[in-house]
């Protein structure tokens, strides 16, 4: 006959108190560890996806440049996430008189980069954009020529060295340039265009000048 042996309640071991205490700290240690680099990827993957937006928006310039025939300019305002592309006519783009309600140097130039923080700016002026939230445009460095040089003598504002202006031509091309933009947190990421072939490319995540690493 098979006999059960059966545990009484008090042969039953239980967690002690400290022993709970013991494995809440060392829960609390791992996410102390742990809580940075899960905040870091998380930057990282919005970072990347702003990166997308900019990468797309120059691509968008560079096609409506090729299909209108007519050149297009982006530009942002430097520790502003706000950017504009516009179309940009001078008088060698369109021998048609009838367009002209130029300025006396026969060009229509494209408005001054936005400086209003309005996100409402962008039902009335479609060609206003704006980054998400936490992300600024950091700097840009640009190639120049002769073709780029005398459409910048044109607009109508002054534009600084932190925020050149990059034209899109109706032969595809453009011009070098590299466009950074940063997080809150001091991470920088960087888009490099080439101009004689449109093509864009996101660089590596990189810690601003003076940001905690």
Avoid at 42 to 48: E, F, I, N, P, Q
Avoid at 62 to 84: C, D, I, K, L, N
């Amino acid at each position: 006959m098979c006999r059960h042996r059966h545990r009484s309640p008090s042969s039953r071991r239980g967690f002690t108190l400290m022993e709970v205490m013991l494995v809440m700290a060392i829960l609390i240690a791992v996410a102390a560890v742990a809580w940075p680099q899960i905040v870091r990827a998380y930057d990282s993957v919005r970072l990347r996806k702003v990166a997308d937006q900019v990468q797309e928006a120059l691509s968008r310039a560079r096609v409506q440049a090729m299909s209108s025939g007519m050149p297009q300019v982006f530009r942002f305002e430097p520790s502003s996430p706000r950017y504009t592309i516009e179309a940009y006519q001078d008088d060698t783009a369109s021998g048609d008189s009838s367009q002209t309600d130029a300025s006396s140097s026969g060009t229509t130039a494209v408005s001054p980069a936005p400086t209003s923080n309005n996100a409402a700016a962008d039902a009335t002026n479609p060609c206003q954009h704006q980054l998400p939230d936490g992300f600024i445009f950091a700097s840009a460095e640009r190639s120049s020529d002769t073709r780029s040089a005398v459409a910048e003598g044109q607009l109508t504002d002054g534009s600084s060295a932190d925020a050149p202006p990059v034209f899109f031509y109706a032969d595809g091309t453009s011009q070098d340039a590299v466009i950074t933009i940063s997080n809150d947190n001091g991470r920088s990421i960087s888009i490099t265009l080439r101009g004689y072939t449109g093509i864009t490319r996101i660089g590596e995540i990189f810690a601003s000048e003076g940001a905690q690493k």
